[in-house]
């Protein structure tokens, strides 16, 4: 059960888009169409973006966006905002019935 | 409205023993499954362990595998994470999070509400 990768880090000024990439193997992000994007603000519990890759839950901005390809998912963050300034996390599905998260990627709004 | 409320946490000795409980409200408890999900300090999330809508099916990180164990009573809506062999690197704010989706697998959905967290020292 490794962790899923992210990169640490990712920056961008207000009004421009994001990708934040989260690559496992084809026993969790490849092999289901389950993964799951929240976002975390310090202090604060998670908060669903995005569930089954693509599907945004109500209440979700449309500026998140999610999608796959092989074994690596994305989430996309476009018109970017000083409130979203946080801390990322994916999540997969996988091959165990487990699931398992990737490391987290701080977004910093220059 | 969705509510999740842990409770349970607290200082434990290495070896020893603790109880976590979330109490649910506000939706169906019996139709979806829980997790529980945990957050060293400073650090990442990490799931933990999860349990099917009746409790017949539970699951594990293998972390925590042999050493905590998950049930729920639906007539109470509470789940429960029962946490023994305590070790230092088991420190953490547990959550307790449901499902987003109705149904008896834990697969898909992801986790729409959280609760606040209880958190647990496990420290000598």
């Known amino acids: 059960q490794s962790a899923l990768t992210q990169p640490a880090s990712v920056s961008g000024s207000p009004g421009q888009s994001i990708t934040i990439s989260c690559t496992g193997t084809?026993?969790?992000?490849?092999?289901?169409?389950?993964v799951s994007w929240y976002q975390q603000h310090p202090g604060k519990a998670p908060r669903l973006l995005i569930y089954d890759v693509s599907n945004r839950p109500s209440g979700v901005s449309d500026r998140f966006s999610g999608s796959k390809s092989g074994n690596t998912a994305s989430l996309t963050i476009s018109g970017l905002q000083a409130e979203d300034e946080a801390d990322y996390y994916c999540s997969s599905y996988t091959s165990s019935s487990t699931r398992v998260f990737g490391g987290g990627t701080k977004v910093t709004v220059l | 409205e969705v509510q999740l409320l842990e409770s349970g946490g607290g200082l434990a000795q290495p070896g020893g023993s603790l109880r976590l409980s979330c109490a649910a409200s506000g939706f169906t408890f019996s139709t979806f499954a829980m997790s529980w999900v945990r957050q060293a300090p400073g650090k990442g999330l990490e799931w933990v362990s999860g349990i099917s809508v009746t409790g017949g099916s539970t699951f594990y990180a293998d972390s925590v595998k042999g050493r905590f164990t998950i049930s729920r009573d639906n007539s109470k809506n509470t789940v429960y994470l029962q946490m023994n062999s305590l070790r230092a690197e088991d420190t953490a704010l547990y959550y307790c999070?449901?499902?987003?989706?109705?149904?008896?697998?834990?697969?898909?959905?992801?986790?729409?509400?959280w609760g606040q967290g209880t958190l647990v020292t496990v420290s000598s």
């Open positions: 999070a449901k499902r987003a989706l109705e149904g008896p697998t834990l697969g898909g959905g992801g986790f729409d509400y």
């Open positions: 084809s026993s969790d992000v490849g092999g289901y169409n389950y």
